[in-house]
């Protein structure tokens, strides 16, 4: 498969146990915030998205919490499975000129 | 089926010999955009473009060229590729530029030699 980073952030965990996967974002400009994972091979897909007008949001298996104060963002995934092992990445935007700046990146592993 | 569809996946090449990938979307999406990602730097994102024949530079700008004629294709160009821009592209879109998400394509790994 494809190598997307080196020295990445990793989090081991097993089947069935929640996953916490932590994100700081640098631009206290950026009013909207997106989770996506990536799987070996593939691009990135795009897991849920929460604008800064609010502090949580839960889609299936997965939420998205937001910490504007000390600008961090995290995404738990519930009942983790071994499809779920990927790179995770958060992106921020600035709505002030739309780009989308992406983190490095955390490698997750589920263990059956 | 909604997708980004760039071509080639896989291109070997050597330095010099211009080169094109293609990237089309079906969605109808007014913004478009490339990225690079490389080992221990990220995606980073060298063009967009905000419509038709609208197009701006991104963080990584240089030895790459773009067009946006029609709303569908953007295709990124390389004049004359160096070995550094062996890399992993992806082509992105999104329905605007603000408060909608990017949709990759698959991607396409470029080796110049």
């Known amino acids: 498969g494809e190598s997307v980073g080196l020295h990445l952030p990793t989090l081991s965990v097993q089947e069935g146990d929640n996953s916490i996967i932590n994100c700081a974002y640098s631009n206290s400009a950026s009013d909207y915030f997106i989770w996506y994972k990536q799987e070996s091979g593939k691009g990135p897909q795009f897991i849920i998205d929460i604008r800064s007008n609010m502090d949580k949001r839960q889609g299936q298996r997965v939420t998205v919490l937001l910490n504007k104060t000390v600008k961090h963002l995290s995404l738990q995934i519930a009942a983790t499975q071994p499809g779920d092992s990927a790179v995770y990445f958060c992106?921020?935007?600035?709505?002030?000129?739309?780009?989308?700046?992406f983190g490095q990146g955390t490698i997750l592993t589920v263990h059956p | 089926e909604a997708q980004v569809t760039q071509n080639p996946r896989y291109l070997i090449t050597v330095t010099g010999k211009k080169l094109t990938v293609t990237c089309s979307q079906n969605m109808n999406h007014e913004y478009m955009s490339w990225y690079r990602q490389d080992p221990g730097l990220g995606l980073r994102q060298i063009y967009y473009?905000?419509?038709?024949?609208?197009?701006d530079k991104g963080d990584v700008p240089e030895g790459y060229k773009v067009s946006r004629k029609e709303k569908r294709n953007f295709p990124l160009i390389l004049e004359s590729p160096s070995p550094n821009q062996t890399s992993l592209y992806f082509c992105a879109t999104s329905l605007s530029s603000y408060n909608s998400p990017l949709h990759f394509g698959n991607g396409t790994r470029l080796t110049v030699t």
């Open positions: 992106a921020e935007r600035s709505t002030s000129y739309g780009k989308l700046t």
């Open positions: 473009s905000m419509n038709v024949e609208v197009t």
